[in-house]
């Protein structure tokens, strides 16, 4: 069933930023530090670029790798066919991966993108609905709502709650679905939101090659 596997798909996504980043910690919310440079900076990932502040530093995503699939496996079993197939891809799946190194360095900005042939038919809302079931289970409150940005439509999650704050996208492009989330704190997100917003807008996705 698709919408498991977007579950599935959202699970390593916090997992990820769950590795390098204490999210779901209560810990003081630090006061907003701006970028330095307000400059954008082209950052190239797998299958796409992105344009973010030059603050920003891209992260191997293979150091994480082992820890990760433990994690999954531990959570989901080792049986589950489709958490099997997304595991076995999840380097590939990963576009892009790093932190804000303009942020305190105690709890740095944290940027994960990721990317999905599996569920690039799957109905948004579909999708959005899945991860509004699964969100709900974890007895906390999610804002969503849709947006355009230099032409992409997207649906976006924006959650705030005492030390903790992130701001996930869902959109199609080139064949893909294609998920993205900022973790960071609410008097950061509150300040930068715009800009995370015009980041997932630049997004240059590669033409996918013709067969």
Known sequence: MKSKTFLVLMLIMLLL???SFPFLKKVPTPMPTPTPDLSMQ???GNGMSIYLPPSYIAEDIKTQLPNIIETITNLI?????????LLDDLENNVAWYGYDGGTPAVYPTRLVVIKNKTLANTPVSLLTF???RFISGENITVNSDTLTVNGREMTRFTYSKEGNAWV?????AEGQLWLSVFITTPANLAVSLEDYNSSIGSMIIDPVPAE
């Open 130 to 132: 899945a991860l509004e």
């Open 17 to 19: 930023t769950a590795c």
């Open 77 to 85: 079993g080792s049986g589950n066919s489709t958490a099997k197939d």
């Open 168 to 172: 996930a996208y869902i959109f199609k």
């Open 42 to 44: 082209l950052y190239q």
